[in-house]
C-alpha cells in the first residue's frame, strides 16, 4: 500500500456508512424480527454512530434498518432492483447510485446474535453472495469463495498431507464431501483471526468466507493466523481431539507457506474490495 491509499483508507476516511437510518415500526411492541437485544442496541443513544464508525470499508455505503409486519417477508435476498423495493416491499427509500444500498428488513439469520456493527457487516457478505434471493450469483462473490477454497486446499495439502479439492464429491462421494468439508471448517477456526474462529465456533465451513468480509469491512485488512495447530481436530472422542497431524515440514516448506498465506491476505482483500467496488450502485435486501 502506498502513502495515497493508506492516507485515504486509515486518515481521511473515518468511516464509509455516509447514511444510516431507521424506518418503519420501531415503537411498536412486536417484534417483526428484530429481538429486544436488536434494538436495545440500534435504538441506544450511539447505537447507529457505533456502526457507523465501525465500518471502515472503502466504498460509500447507506444503510437501512427496517421494522414492519409486512416487510419482514422480504429477507436474505441479496441483490434486488430498485422497481422491487419500491412497488413490491412499499419502501420509500431514494438509493444514491454512487453507493452501496444496504436494507436489513429482520435480524433472523441463521447465527441468531445481535445486531452489532459485526454481525451486520457480516450479513452484508452473505447478501454479495446472491442475486433476488438465489444463491451464486455474483462472479465477484464466487472470486473470493474460490481463492478461500484454495487456500484451503493448499494447507490441507501441503501442512496435513490430505487433498481436499472437491468440486463435485457431494454427488459422487458424499462421505468424503462431509469429511472435507469437515476439514475446512477446521481450516478456518485455525487460520481465521476474528471471534468466531478463536472460539472455534463457524457455524459451516463457508462461513469463513463471510467472516473474512466482515473483517475486511471492520478493520480494512484480511489476517490470518501462520501457525497452524499440530492436530487440526476433526473429531473429539471423550474430550480428545483427533483428526489430522501436522507434517514434519523442513524449513524452506514452512517458509513457503508463511509466504503463501501472507499472499492469500493480499488475494483476498483484493477479492473483497472487488466484490465491494462491484456492489457500488446495487440494492440489497438481507
Ligand atoms: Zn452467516
Not at 481521511?12 to 428484530?34: A, C, F, H, V
Not at 484454495?150 to 464429491?169: C, M
Amino acid at each position: 500500500m502506498n502513502f495515497k491509499d493508506f492516507f485515504n483508507k486509515f486518515l481521511l476516511r473515518e468511516d464509509s456508512i455516509e447514511n444510516i437510518e431507521m424506518k418503519g415500526d420501531w415503537n411498536t411492541p412486536q417484534q417483526y424480527g428484530w429481538s429486544k437485544v436488536d434494538t436495545g442496541i440500534l435504538k441506544s443513544a450511539r447505537g447507529l454512530e457505533r456502526i457507523k464508525t465501525k465500518w471502515k470499508l472503502d466504498q460509500p455505503v447507506d444503510v437501512y434498518l427496517v421494522k414492519g409486519k409486512d416487510v419482514r417477508k422480504f429477507f436474505e435476498l441479496g441483490e434486488v432492483s430498485y422497481e422491487f423495493i419500491t412497488n413490491k416491499m412499499g419502501l420509500d427509500i431514494l438509493p444514491n447510485s454512487d453507493h452501496i444500498t444496504v436494507i436489513y428488513t429482520q435480524n433472523t439469520g441463521e447465527e441468531k446474535i445481535p445486531a452489532t456493527p459485526w454481525t451486520l457487516a457480516h450479513r452484508l457478505g452473505h447478501a454479495l453472495a446472491r442475486k433476488d434471493g438465489i444463491g451464486g450469483k455474483n462472479d465477484l462473490y464466487e472470486n473470493i469463495r474460490n481463492s478461500v477454497n484454495r487456500l484451503f486446499n493448499e494447507v490441507s495439502k501441503n501442512v496435513y498431507g490430505v487433498d481436499i479439492k472437491d468440486d463435485y464429491l457431494g454427488y459422487t462421494n458424499p462421505e468424503k464431501y462431509k469429511r472435507n468439508r469437515k476439514i475446512k471448517k477446521e481450516l478456518g477456526h485455525s487460520l481465521g483471526t476474528f471471534k468466531s474462529a478463536r472460539d472455534r465456533n463457524l457455524r459451516e465451513d463457508f462461513e469463513f468466507v463471510n467472516e473474512i468480509i466482515a473483517q475486511y469491512i471492520i478493520t480494512g485488512k484480511i489476517k490470518l493466523n501462520r501457525e497452524l495447530p499440530k492436530i487440526l481436530p476433526t473429531s473429539y472422542a471423550w474430550g480428545k481431539a483427533s483428526g489430522l497431524y501436522k507434517r514434519n515440514l523442513s524449513e524452506s516448506q514452512k517458509e513457503d507457506m508463511k509466504y503463501y498465506i501472507e499472499n492469500s491476505e493480499s488475494e483476498l482483500e483484493y477479492a473483497v474490495d472487488d466484490a465491494l467496488n462491484n456492489a457500488i450502485g446495487s440494492i440489497f435486501v438481507m
